[in-house]
Nanobody
Framework: QVQLVESGGGLVQAGGSLRLSCAAS????????MGWFRQAPGKEREFVAT????????YYADSVKGRFTTSRDNAKNTVYLQMNNLQAEDTAVYYC???????????????????WGQGTQVTVSS
């Protein structure tokens, strides 16, 4: 089992940047695919980005491609989401999630991820 704690959210103007971090407990962090999801008010939770176990492969939603970058440091049990050129439509609660079963061809569905952080609010003012 793994526990996840996100940090780094906040209020930023459109065009600005934020870096989210997600710290994981436990000694098996490198065995998990790590994903980022977000949920805006009144909307379903949606996939944002994911990074495979060794950090060599990353995948992004079309809406954030070219603006967001995810990475991980397995020595620090931490995954990151660098968000640049933020727009009002990026406003949401952002969650990190861990999966033992996700893969390079199956990583988008929230149901693939068994462990979730508490979420961190990102608000972008226009």
């Amino acid at each position: 089992q793994v526990q996840l704690v996100e940090s780094g959210g906040g209020l930023v103007q459109a065009g600005g940047s934020l870096r989210l971090s997600c710290a994981a407990s436990g000694r098996t962090f490198s065995q998990y695919v790590m994903g980022w999801f977000r949920q805006a008010p009144g909307k379903e939770r949606e996939f944002v980005a994911t990074v495979m176990r060794s950090g060599d492969m990353t995948y992004y939603a079309d809406s954030v491609k070219g603006r967001f970058t995810t990475s991980r440091d397995n020595a620090k049990n931490t995954v990151y989401l660098q968000m640049n050129n933020l727009q009002a439509e990026d406003t949401a609660v952002y969650y990190c999630a861990a999966s033992r079963i996700a893969s390079s061809w199956n990583y988008i569905a929230p149901s693939q991820y068994a462990y979730w952080g508490q979420g961190t609010q990102v608000t972008v003012s226009s």
